[in-house]
């Protein structure tokens, strides 16, 4: 099967300085794939890259089939997109704020009216519908952003650590909302701070100064590292690549 999400040396420097380093990446349709990695590693760079949102320096990559640089609003029409800050009105309500990103898209009519009374129940954030985003909890908010991402159908979803600072039962909430997508068809490339997180995609890539140092199922990764868990992986593999660079 082709890759849904592909990319060939892709590479972004600002400056003198290299966010992303020469990044292949191969992702199926349908997989979640999580991409971690300390702060500062390439992975927002990544996303934006993948997006259209940012031009690379260097190399290439296809989203949907289509080229991220030559083709952005065919990327666009496909894919949806959460931010790491995600742009919602506080001062608006939930629903006023699905419709403001209705708009935007285009969705109007019975379809909008359908698609947001599905998004709300699947969410299960029906009872809040009219309060105003800035009184919602952490989780709600990060639903209503998904929820706002989810509104043109997109068939590939990009989630920026979409659970960061969420408490775990929200978090949990948050994930059954994720494979319930997964069920539906839709592929999931997000960013993660969390290895339990982690530990719950398909495959993982580990990035470290803008490099996919690993990348590979949770259970082979740890079966390589001999660990237990994904942090022990990622906490000795930083250990060596660092290591490596100061000799
Ligand atoms: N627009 C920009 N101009 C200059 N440098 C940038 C820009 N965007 C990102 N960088 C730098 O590129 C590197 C990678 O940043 P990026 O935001 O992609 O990392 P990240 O892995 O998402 O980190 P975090 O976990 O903090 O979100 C960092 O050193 C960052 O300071
Ligand atoms: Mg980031």
Redesign the pocket.
Known sequence: MPAIIETHGLTRR?GG?T?VDHLDLSIEAGEIFGLV?P???????TLRMLTSLLDPTEGSARVAGRDVVREPQAVKDQIGYMA?RFGLYLDLTVQENMDFYADLFGIVGAERKALAAELLHMTRMDPFRNRQAGQLSGGMKQKLALMCTLLHRPRILFLD?PTNGVDPVSRRDFWTILYQLLKDGITILMTTAYLDEAERCNRVGL?YKGRLIRCDTPAALKREAGSEDLEGVFVGTIRAAAALEER
């Open positions: 600002f300085l966010a990695g702060d500062g590693a390439g992975k927002t760079t790491q650590e990035m």
